[in-house]
């Protein structure tokens, strides 16, 4: 007898968002405060800038790589399961190293492992949702939830702590990865005639040269790019106008908040709107949000522009992540989610990091213009994509093989 459709997408439901909500425990506390850890061990703002900008260059082959490798084997669940362990064992060097250079090499191998899982797990609830109807913004929530709660709480034990207590939030948060990943449930693939490595890695190359898809990469890498001064220097810039770090931590969860409201009401969202739509919303909600921060505002009006989040970063992802399940064939779409993953969250990231950390050191606050530039251009783009895509598959289906 087959399981029932409703109680089958309901069990990986519940398995996935303890996932996302182990994963963004670690996030929760990487992003507003890893940047104070950092200065903290007394690295400047050069020098911090360059440890987050330089440890996302390795996700543009590392990622891909292990999303190949997922991809061939057809059993995604092993290789997260191994990347969270790994994360989990380099993250505790965080606890013993000193000075820039290990600084940044444990940072590099950290920033190259972990992220890897993001695009695997998307590609397992992308796929709940097409084939079991599962409602993916209502499950991917509970990563924002839990990310609210991680920054919030690890600002207040900033309050009464050093900033040392950082790095052990970051390993017990991994640690709790490692336990929510073997929840996955065991894949079964689908029947397939077998692809060679050769034809698995042509149909690789085939969507990551396409037109189309390379200017929507671009573009919604351009759109989360925008974030570069906001996730470095965002804690800094707020401690150097007196807030205390609680209201930071308050700050950096309104954000989040607004992006799990967002998602709640993902489903008849993304129908509606659909992916370009979305990243059209995320481009211009970048230009108004960065151009009212740059101007220092009274705290009321920070609190509304965080809000923006839920636009800026949320609405990307979701226009992202719609883009790739209906552009992408299922046996590429791991691929060609961390393809895209890697440029958001390496290539494009990292170079507009470091091209911040100096610009940040000579205008503070005022660098948020540039990312409402960035947010400009962004939009543009997002129009030019519109007028190339008409919501179909880039490359077919299945490749045709000779017989043997």
């Known amino acids: 007898m087959r399981t029932p459709r409703g109680s089958l997408s309901m069990s990986l439901a519940i398995r996935l968002a303890t996932v996302y909500g182990t994963m963004f425990l670690f996030t929760g506390v990487y992003l507003p405060f890893f940047p104070v850890w950092l200065k903290s061990r007394g690295l400047d ?9 330089l440890s996302l260059f390795l996700r543009i082959v590392v990622s891909p790589f292990f999303a190949f490798v997922a991809d061939r084997l057809g059993d995604r669940r092993r290789v997260i399961i191994w990347l969270a362990w790994s994360s989990l064992a380099v993250c505790a060097l965080l606890l013993v190293v000193e000075g820039f250079g ?8 950290l920033n190259a492992i972990f992220p890897s899982i993001g695009p695997l797990i998307e590609t397992v609830a992308m796929r709940a949702r097409i084939d079991e109807g599962m409602n993916y913004g209502r499950v991917r929530m509970w990563g924002s939830v839990t990310f609210v709660g991680a920054s919030a709480g690890a600002g207040w034990l900033l309050d009464w702590n050093p900033p040392a207590i950082i790095a052990l939030c970051l390993v017990g948060a991994l640690a709790l990865n490692v336990a929510g990943v073997w929840l996955l449930p ?3 693939p689908p029947p397939r005639k077998p692809v060679t ?11 990551g040269r396409n037109p189309v898809f390379i200017l929507f990469v671009l573009t919604a890498s351009l759109v989360q790019a925008t974030h570069a001064v906001y996730y470095a220097f965002g804690s800094l810039a707020w401690q150097r106008q007196g807030y205390a770090d609680w209201v930071i931590g308050l700050l950096w969860a309104t954000g989040v908040i607004a992006e799990i409201v967002l998602f709640y009401i993902s489903g008849p969202l993304m129908a509606r ?13 970048a230009i108004l949000r960065w151009t ?8 009321a009006i920070l609190f ?29 779409a791991a691929t060609a989610q961390s393809l895209y993953a890697a440029m958001a969250s390496g290539v494009i990231m990292g170079l507009v ?4 950390g100096p610009i940040y050191e000579i205008l503070g606050a005022h660098a948020y213009f540039v990312m409402a530039g960035a947010g400009f251009v962004a939009l543009a783009g997002a129009v030019f994509v519109g007028m190339r895509w008409q919501g179909g598959l880039l490359v077919p289906e299945e490749e045709q093989e000779e017989e043997k």
């Open 45 to 53: 703002a050069t020098e911090i800038s360059l440890v987050v900008a």
């Open 197 to 207: 490595h050769r034809h698995q890695f042509a149909g690789a190359l085939r969507i």
């Open 273 to 285: 709107l659909g992916a370009v739509r979305l990243l059209m919303l995320a481009g211009g909600a």
């Open 102 to 109: 290990p600084i940044l090499l444990v940072a590099l191998v």
């Open 292 to 299: 009212v921060t740059a101007l220092s505002p009274p705290l």
């Open 353 to 356: 990091t470091i091209g911040i």
């Open 304 to 332: 509304v522009m965080q809000a923006l989040h839920a636009f800026t970063f949320g609405a990307a992802h979701l226009g992202a992540v719609q883009f790739v399940a209906q552009a992408a064939p299922p046996r590429l």
């Open 186 to 188: 065991r894949e079964t």
